[in-house]
């Protein structure tokens, strides 16, 4: 039960306190700084060269890339949708990048323009199929990553691009101090993200529309453009990120954004994006991304089996979809207190 002492609730059960009231106030994105600050610490001790220049640029380039993944499923679950398909988006990005760049020699920065405007395309693709159709955007963009899997296949036969500009190569191994480049440019789309959902229609349009989609309705919203919209953005940035990953490798490969989904799901979630939408943050997914990564990059400097990691992520996810219900819980409990 419920009980208060001066003033401050708390949750207990048998005179017993579980939860105090203390820790149910912290948001989810301080709890996390706080968790990757200790995580940092311990590692820092237990993992030799953690904390060295080398492991720290590469860990801000992999925290770049893991976010930008991240934003990518988290402008869907936002509105209540899912984006199975932006590994498919970010392959076909990667690839479509490469190609421009070795067969034609276009430019990087160029060749960049375009295939994120080609992830556009193919995320507002999977909007028009999920509104025209009334099919749930879990089964469309499930198809559709099949999909464009197949046809990158088809058409480029697995081959691999290699022979990039060296200004790309460059683009990928810059650096500001210890800090990659590429977690810079990610800051800079996080907050380009704070100001789409915190001061532009569109935003407040895409939590309306996850919050309650037939309340939406009801208030004038055009529901099926803002899903199509919305669809587009998250296509964008999965292509943004199939062009950063393959900067990261110097190469563009066939097998990019094979392993997305689980990924895509992690950063948002254990930052307090809720899965059936209507809320969202932007600055918790970030510190979502640098939990996982920093728990992967500490994990391999101790040599742990690759497998371990893969098993680390999904516990990670679970326990965040846990206690993303037990606040949801909470917030019912207390908010019904007050009525």
Request: avoid cysteine.
């Amino acid at each position: 039960m419920n009980t208060k002492q001066g003033g401050s609730s708390r949750l207990s059960f048998g005179g017993r306190t579980l939860i105090p009231s203390t820790l149910l106030r912290i948001s989810p994105q301080a709890g996390l700084l706080l968790v990757n600050l200790l995580l940092w610490a311990i590692f820092g001790l237990v993992a030799d060269g953690f904390l060295s220049s080398f492991n720290l640029f590469a860990l801000s380039r992999d925290i770049a890339l893991f976010t930008a993944i991240g934003f990518a499923q988290m402008l869907a679950i936002s509105m209540g949708e899912m984006n199975l398909s932006v590994g498919a988006i970010g392959g076909v990005a990667a690839i479509f990048a490469g190609w421009l760049m070795q067969a034609f020699g276009i430019p990087f920065v160029l060749a960049a323009v375009l295939t994120i405007l080609l992830g556009a395309v193919m995320g507002w693709f999977n909007g028009w199929l999920t509104v025209r159709t009334n099919i749930n955007s879990f089964i469309v963009t499930l198809a559709m990553a099949s999909v464009y899997t197949g046809l990158l296949m088809i058409i480029t036969k697995a081959q691999v691009f290699s022979n990039l500009p060296f200004d790309f190569i460059r683009f990928g191994q810059a650096s500001l101090g210890f800090v990659s480049l590429l977690l810079l440019i990610v800051l800079l789309l996080a907050g380009l993200l704070i100001v789409l959902y915190r001061n532009s229609e569109l935003g407040r349009w895409m939590l309306a529309v996850g919050a309650n989609r037939r309340a939406a309705e009801f208030a004038g919203i055009p529901v099926g453009r803002t899903l199509q919209i919305g669809h587009a953005l998250s296509g964008l940035l999965a292509g943004l990120a199939g062009v950063l990953f393959a900067a990261r490798l110097a190469s563009a490969l066939p097998s990019i954004g094979v392993d997305w989904v689980l990924p895509s799901f992690l950063a948002p979630v254990l930052g307090g994006t809720i899965l059936s939408g209507g809320v969202v943050s932007v600055v918790g997914t970030l510190f979502g991304g640098m939990l996982v990564e920093s728990i992967t990059s500490g994990l391999n400097l101790l040599q742990v089996n690759n497998f371990w990691v893969l098993f680390f992520q999904g516990i990670i996810l679970l326990l965040a979809v846990l206690l993303d219900r037990l606040r949801s819980v909470l917030a019912q409990r207390k908010k019904g207190q007050r009525l």
